[in-house]
Nanobody, 122 residues
Framework: QVQLVESGGGLVQAGGSLRLSCAAS????????MGWYRKAPGKQRELVAA???????NYADSVKGRFTISRDNARNTVSLQMSSLKPEDTAVYYC????????????????WGQGTLVTVSS
């Protein structure tokens, strides 16, 4: 079994920075695209940033220039460096990964982490 575990959330003042990390644990798999989504109170879940296995990135317009997504393929981790944080960035952030399984049961699955809370105070 493969699991995604996020870490790095917390409370930060507006203008501050946080770094979120997500690690995939298990065996017999490889990861294609990894990304970060967030769910703010009263809002729908939205894509924040994504990165392919080759390093191509995509960002929501609201975070461009402030957030940076990166990955370490050897460690099966993805990180989100968040700078110049705003109160509207407050949300539960979820790690997402497209996983190919090389052992039974073979197949492709999209996995989600449990979420980590980021709170930005004004």
């Amino acid at each position: 079994q493969v699991q995604l575990v996020e870490s790095g959330g917390g409370l930060v003042q507006a203008g501050g920075s946080l770094r979120l990390s997500c690690a995939a644990s298990g065996s017999g798999f490889s990861i294609n695209t990894m990304g970060w989504y967030r769910k703010a109170p009263g809002k729908q879940r939205e894509l924040v940033a994504a990165i392919t296995s080759s390093g191509s990135t995509n960002y929501a317009d609201s975070v461009k220039g402030r957030f940076t997504i990166s990955r370490d393929n050897a460690r099966n981790t993805v990180s989100l460096q968040m700078s110049s944080l705003k109160p509207e960035d407050t949300a539960v952030y979820y790690c997402n990964a497209g996983v190919v399984f090389h052992i039974m049961p073979h197949g492709y699955r999209e996995l989600w982490g449990q979420g980590t809370l980021v709170t930005v105070s004004s």
